[in-house]
């Protein structure tokens, strides 16, 4: 039986531990750092697979909006990072009964949302299989050299979300409970966050550029699983306050709790991210107003990876790791 | 129903062809290559994808030869092109039931084919399915920016391979025929051939700084699928001399024809590459002693793809293409 991913994670990331000049940042951060020998920035690399059934289910979105988000989820680990996305490749297995018009289609989804945010498609592989498979690798590059990582927090950082928290999992609430299209323009909302989600790509360049932020991340597996890591990185707890969180109260019309899922949903693809406290007031006037909102949702604090949330009136509990994980049984996305 | 491999490849290669300062070269050839600014090298990108029970058996490779083999298909990508491996990523998707001791022994296997390279394991990703899927993505840089293409051939130019052909499939046959364990050195040779191939690392360099080398690319579906993809990059056609053909007649013992896994049997990673006529004898000379042996199988020639095979007093005929594609019927490998 294989362990929880964090838990695989850990030990690859300790057993495949590697610095060198070319080598920035291996194993453990939203994507790989490297410096080709001469080259002005730094490149990025990072991938992602998505498997059919697991990952998403062909009747809930259409071929094109699948290939988009299946660029999203990249683009939004080289925001994560401050990064400029450059080019991509996309290996596939594919049944062999697949029309072909649905893989053009997703294609059609790849590279539309590849040119509007920089990167190229430049190559791949096809195999067979079952089920569709799709695993992308996206390479960008920095720019000044000015790249965020995840562990330069230290206790006493403020912490901001991009955006809203929850929405694309009340989507997938939907789309389990059979609502494929939205009865309102609120589900229309949610169904969008789930189905197209928006990678960071702007707001994350300038919150590297800006030179005030200490370590960044994109929420992709929920705050509840995402944070702990950032705090592990880091080297700090956290404290999150409850009633600060950027929910999606909508979600409460399709029985949905808009907190939990905020904490626990996964694939906001939204941006966390910390501020020295004493750089915040400045940090939060000079952000663009044209850009998604940000929300200080709480702290990094001394501690050890534990993140607690406090609770109008109730004290502080530590949050308990409830996201998403492909090898934890009752995992939210595990179907 | 999906085309063959070669027709959905030939739709991408024209609707996504760009070229830029950044992409020298993108989808149809055996990597991408980029060019970083102010880099002293290109560099190269390729991915493979690999699908239990379509690209390989779980009981007929240990997990640590798998993963050898997992990355040399990768590393052959960059052979063919004379570049040097520096880091890869992997992406799995795995059973959920999978012990813990086969992943971190697959890992082994990656992580030594890498070092022997030169590349590090830089990152990745996990997701869950019914079958193993693998998916690397491996990048590398050239040497004093010389880099081997497919369609740098011309009409005239001789053909060479390294090494042996159809010893990786005389081995498949032995496993498919349950003969998981080996009764002869020959036959271990063979399935050694399949479970272990060596990229062509050395002599890929080699060749690419030579200055003698037309076009190179690596042999991974079969002599009758790869040369027309050769041909067709060059435009020109090709003569194959069959009695030169470097086969391995052992397999004749296990009811193999050995001439005819040389044209289609697949998973050869050897290099196919020309040479202009006039250098031939120069080029034979200085080619190192130590390396896998070259044989001269035959010429490009004028013509539009079509791959001819001379036969000793028998003239020549057009030879077929029954290499390996996942989405044809009938294909050697589709299991």
Chains 1, 2 share one sequence.
């Not at 990582?149 to 059979?178: C, F, H, N, P, Q």
Request: with cysteine.
């Amino acid at each position: 039986m294989l362990s929880t991913e964090n838990e695989i994670l850990g030990v690859l990331e300790e057993r495949y531990h590697v610095k060198s000049p070319l080598l920035l940042k291996g194993i453990g951060d939203d994507a790989a750092v490297i410096h080709p020998k001469g080259a002005e920035e730094d490149w990025l690399v990072t991938g992602d697979m998505l498997v059919e059934n697991v990952d998403f289910r062909r009747g809930w979105s259409s071929p094109r909006e699948l290939g988009c988000k299946s660029l999203c989820v990249n683009l939004s680990d080289l925001a994560a990072m401050g990064a400029r996305p450059r080019g991509f490749t996309v290996s596939l297995a594919l049944p062999g009964d697949l029309p072909e018009s649905w893989l053009l289609s997703f294609y059609e989804g790849l590279s539309e949302s590849g040119n509007s945010h920089g990167a190229m498609l430049v190559g791949g592989d096809l195999s067979r299989s079952e089920v569709i498979v799709i695993s992308i690798t996206l390479f960008g590059e920095s720019l000044k050299r000015k790249v965020l990582y995840r562990g330069g927090g230290r206790a006493g950082d403020l912490l901001y979300v991009t955006g809203i928290l929850g929405r694309s999992a009340a989507g997938l609430k939907l789309l389990e409970g059979g609502r494929v299209r939205p009865r309102s323009r609120i589900q229309r909302e949610a169904l969008q966050a789930h189905r197209a989600p928006q990678p960071r790509c702007k707001p994350g360049l300038w919150l590297a550029q800006c030179g005030m932020v200490s370590c960044m991340m994109d929420l992709s597996d929920g705050l509840s699983m995402d944070l702990p890591r950032m705090c592990k990185a880091s080297g700090t707890g956290a404290e999150i306050y409850s009633s600060r969180l950027p929910v999606f109260p909508a979600s409460l019309s399709w029985g949905c709790d808009p907190l939990d899922l905020a904490f626990h949903g996964g694939e906001d693809y939204e941006l966390l991210f910390a501020v020295p406290k004493r750089k915040a007031d400045t940090f939060e006037k000079s952000y663009p107003r044209n850009y998604p909102r940000i929300t200080n949702i709480g702290r990094l604090c001394q501690g050890h990876e534990v993140v607690w949330v406090v609770e109008p009136g109730a004290g502080r509990r530590p949050l308990l790791e409830h996201g998403h994980d492909h090898f934890r049984p009752k995992s939210p996305r595990s179907r």
